[in-house]
């Protein structure tokens, strides 16, 4: 009978133990759990930072070949004579067709921007062949002052129009006309007109200035070929 108190002792000394030995682990466990957590943070930092880096660097080399492009296309221009004619924005990756580049109310193109936009269309075929998802918007712009009368005589007009959206809309597929003549057809899908008529006129000008009449190309690039860029 003097012996089972010692017996207890000795159980519960051992039960001591194993919860000892129980926490221990917890505490380790829980340790290990949180190096793993800072180190998978520190992993995602650092991959995140890799891939602003690599984004950042595939912007700046598609900047630089855009910019080659739109310089070649602006050394066309003035080594055809045309250097005036067409403005050539580096910058934003636009080009744009004043009003003179048409006949006086009509969507007919000049013969010098018809040259112009001829030897831009080769240009044109490389960036839509570079740039697997890229596309060639082709706007037309009015200024507000409204149409007098219908334009019904298509052959003088190269087009028909009871207003500055449709007139602004014709010049642009005029224009368009040609800038696809290097394309196939899969191709020229990618080069899309449209016709905003007076709703956009140029930042701090007169909406009734005659500098509001144009035509704008602008050459637009998808995520993906940002991407592809950075490879």
Not at 33 to 45: G, L, P, S, Y
Not at 123 to 147: C, K, M, S, W
Not at 197 to 221: C, F, H, I
């Amino acid at each position: 009978m003097k012996e089972k108190p010692s017996e207890w002792i000795s159980i519960s000394d051992l039960m001591a133990g194993v919860m000892a030995v129980v926490m221990l682990m917890l505490v380790v466990s829980v340790l290990q759990n949180k190096a793993a957590e800072a180190a998978m943070q520190v992993e995602k930092q650092q991959l995140d930072a890799a891939r602003q880096a690599e984004k950042a660097q595939g912007a700046a080399t598609q900047q630089t070949r855009l910019s080659a492009l739109l310089e070649a296309m602006q050394a066309d221009l003035a080594h055809g004579g045309e250097g005036g004619l067409i403005d050539v924005d580096i910058k934003n990756r636009r080009l744009t067709l004043p009003d003179n580049a048409f006949g006086r109310g009509s969507a007919c193109i000049t013969d010098e921007a018809k040259r112009a936009l001829t030897q831009l269309s080769v240009r044109v075929a490389t960036f839509i062949h570079d740039y697997g998802q890229g596309q060639v918007l082709v706007e037309g712009h009015t200024d507000n002052v409204p149409v007098s009368r219908p334009v019904t005589d298509y052959a003088r007009y190269c087009t028909v129009y009871d207003d500055n959206y449709t007139l602004s809309a014709a010049r642009a597929r005029e224009a368009r006309k040609l800038l696809v003549l290097a394309l196939d057809g899969q191709q020229s899908l990618r080069v899309i007109v449209a016709g905003y008529g007076d709703s956009r006129p140029k930042p701090g000008l007169n909406p009734a200035s005659a500098e509001n009449r144009r035509v704008e190309v602008q050459l637009v690039v998808s995520q993906e070929d940002r991407s592809l860029d950075g490879r």
